[in-house]
């Protein structure tokens, strides 16, 4: 199943702009805090990848605290080129936003955010996450849907709320 790790961090990293954490790092990590839970039941694959979704998440989260902690130069604006050079640029949703945006779906409907954290953390189809949360494939597609609305719609908000 190791391999199957580096894939899932291999795609999500490349999601990243910049790059501060390597998917080969990130699936070490991801499972070694696996293996240090203990005696883990894992059913199937499919349990195996969520289960990583879940920790994956927590170790992206970690680390985007551990980055804008404030010995590291806390919240002060960063500038890059790509920044200084006018044209379009990228939407890339932050890792703290995006956890506390599930933290406020969890609130409303905890599965819709599982549905989440298995496809975008764990890389899961979404036939593997219905059979995952062991619901139909419609529900999960819905429940896919309607996370996806409501994230973009909050982080959107917040985005708008900031100066």
């Known amino acids: ?13 490349a ?8 998917s080969a790092a990130l699936a070490n990590e991801a499972y070694l805090k696996l293996i240090h ?38 919240n002060a604006a960063r500038i890059t080129l790509d920044d200084a050079i006018p044209g379009p640029k990228q939407r890339a949703v932050e890792i703290l936003a995006l956890d506390q945006a599930l933290g406020s779906l969890a609130k409303i409907d905890a599965r819709k955010v599982r549905v989440v954290e298995l ?6 189809t979404i036939e593997e996450a219905a059979g995952a949360l ?7 597609k819905r429940d896919w849907r309607v996370a996806k609305a409501w994230l973009l719609s ?10």
């Open 37 to 74: 839970a203990g005696a883990l039941r894992v059913e199937n694959r499919v349990h195996f990848l969520a289960l990583c979704s879940q920790v994956i998440r927590c170790i992206l989260v970690d680390h985007a605290r551990a980055r804008n902690n404030l010995k590291r130069g806390g």
């Open 119 to 124: 496809r975008y953390y764990g890389g899961l």
């Open 1 to 13: 199943m190791y391999p199957e790790l580096r894939r899932i961090a291999r795609l999500h990293l």
């Open 134 to 140: 062991g619901i139909s494939v419609e529900t999960a």
């Open 154 to 163: 909050t982080l959107s908000s917040e985005q708008s709320d900031q100066p």
């Open 15 to 22: 999601r990243r702009r910049p790059r501060t954490l390597e």
